[in-house]
């Protein structure tokens, strides 16, 4: 069983907490939370047997090999290496902005596939898919420079994280349908793209996740 205590393991996890979201594909992951004796809060993809409070917290779908980046538009990158390229600014904007590495990571996953010069048909761009009125406004003067998108997205994540305090969820459909959205529905707005877009940073999140705790 993977299991990783949110006020333990990492300076600071975002809080889950249970949102309904369709899961149109078959393959899905249940994560479970519960909070232990000392009250720490931990996840798991393993029902907790003979505890209280637990609760499905999301159905989340698993990451395929097939998924295509919302990003569609400048140069690809098909190189391995690319995973790992970009990993001393991760690891920079993690510890600055208090986030989880395999958060940063899974969102730069789903928004570009580790593309540092793509451009989303709406003009969003860079590895985090930063639009440029938000990149101007978190401080990016160059979105395609790799650690100033990173640090960019990073801090517009920690962000929306304070104003849905702390929920992961709600983080991340407010960083693909923005927070009016989120605030207007309160909830995940019931737009298949964001629906779709929460499942696939979840799935790749805790792929991430487990890896790290395998390569411990």
Not at 104 to 123: K, L, P
Not at 140 to 159: E, K, T
Request: charged residues 25%; hydrophobic residues 40%.
């Amino acid at each position: 069983m993977i299991r990783r205590s949110i006020l333990a393991a990492v300076a600071l996890i975002l809080a889950i907490t249970v949102v309904p979201v369709a899961a149109p594909s078959p393959a899905r992951a249940d994560i479970y939370t519960y909070t232990d004796e000392n009250g720490v809060i931990h996840f798991t993809n393993t029902p907790p047997r003979r505890r209280r409070g637990v609760r499905v917290a999301i159905r989340a779908r698993e990451p395929r090999p097939d998924d295509a980046p919302r990003a569609s538009i400048g140069p690809r990158d098909t190189s391995p290496e690319r995973y790992h390229r970009y990993d001393a600014f991760i690891r920079e904007a993690a510890a600055l902005y208090r986030l989880p590495e395999a958060f940063i990571r899974a969102v730069i996953r789903v928004e570009s596939d580790y593309n540092v010069g793509v451009v989303s048909r709406v003009g969003a761009q860079g590895l985090m898919q930063l639009m440029p009125g938000t990149a101007a406004g978190m401080g990016v003067r160059d979105a395609f420079d790799p650690r100033q998108n990173i640090l960019g997205g990073a801090r517009y994540l920690r962000i929306l994280a304070n104003d849905f305090s702390g929920d992961l969820i709600l983080t991340i459909a407010a960083y693909n349908a923005g927070p009016g959205a989120v605030q207007r529905y309160r909830g995940v707005p019931p737009y298949d793209e964001t629906q779709r877009y929460v499942q696939r940073v979840l799935g790749w999140y805790w792929q991430y996740l487990q890896a790290e705790s395998a390569a411990r």
